[in-house]
């Protein structure tokens, strides 16, 4: 494990992320190993954070994707301002690494893919829940979902623990359900070191729109700050 970033500052940025965030998975290093601080503006100006799963990393051409609901706080606030900042932080790894950047919708046949591959309690949370949104009580969301699921031909127990039909549901994904990818312009490796002497560097490129949903990124390029 390195305890400091070389002299000469790599070129690659996301590759040491992604070779950190692999690492952090790999020593099962606490539950949610992928957790992330996801960091909006709203329309106003007002920042919020949240914790979400980062569920990819493409260190080329360099862009990361989480899942959520599409009228959820954080999207509303996306839809108002895409410039969004993520944050990965690994205790005991000592490490952290911050991001800046764009965030846009996946491609719906990506959501489609990954929406697939989750278990059908998931799947129906994700039609069950209007997150963000008001609740009455915790009862009324229960019954919200197992309506909700009815309407889709799923019949589950009070508790949504058990199914209650026959063979396992086929639950296509909600359209207000799916994926952003966050397309970072600025990335800050951080690695902790002894008397807060600790060692960072950030690094900037420039982002060009390509097609809907593509970026096409310049080099990185990185300084050594003060820590
Ligand atoms: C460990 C952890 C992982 C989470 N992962 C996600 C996630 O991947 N997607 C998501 O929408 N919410 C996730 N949440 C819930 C969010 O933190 C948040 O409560 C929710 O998305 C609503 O945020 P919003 O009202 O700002 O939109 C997670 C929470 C925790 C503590």
Redesign the pocket.
């Known amino acids: 494990m390195e305890s400091r970033l070389p002299d000469v500052l790599p070129s690659d940025p996301m590759h040491w992320a992604a070779a950190w965030l692999a690492e952090a998975t790999a020593r099962k290093l606490r539950r949610?190993p992928n957790?992330m601080t996801l960091a909006t503006v709203d329309g106003d100006g007002r920042p919020?954070s949240?914790?979400?799963?980062c569920k990819a990393f493409h260190a080329d051409p360099g862009y990361l994707v989480?899942?959520?609901?599409y009228r959820?706080?954080?999207a509303t606030d996306i839809k108002a301002n895409a410039r969004v900042a993520v944050n990965f932080h690994w205790d005991s790894l000592g490490r952290q690494v911050r991001m800046q950047g764009t965030a846009i919708r996946s491609p719906q046949r990506e959501s489609d893919q990954y929406f697939a591959t989750r278990d059908w309690g998931s799947q129906l949370g994700a039609w069950g829940s209007d997150?963000?949104s008001q609740l009455e009580s915790r009862a009324a969301l229960l019954h919200q979902v197992q309506e909700r699921a009815a309407t889709l031909g799923v019949s589950v127990s009070a508790d949504l623990q058990t199914l209650t039909g026959e063979g396992p549901p086929d639950i296509p994904r909600p359209p207000h359900w799916g994926g952003y990818r966050i397309w970072p312009e600025r990335i800050e490796l951080w690695i902790e070191g002894a008397d807060r002497i600790h060692d960072r560097a950030a690094w900037t490129r420039s982002l060009k729109a390509r097609g809907e949903n593509e970026f096409s990124g310049g080099p990185w390029s990185g300084n050594r700050l003060q820590p």
Do not use: E, I
Not at 50 to 53: D, E, G, N, P
Not at 66 to 69: E, L, M, P, Q, R
């Open positions: 949610n957790a919020s949240r914790v979400v799963l989480f899942y959520t609901n959820s706080q954080k997150q963000s």
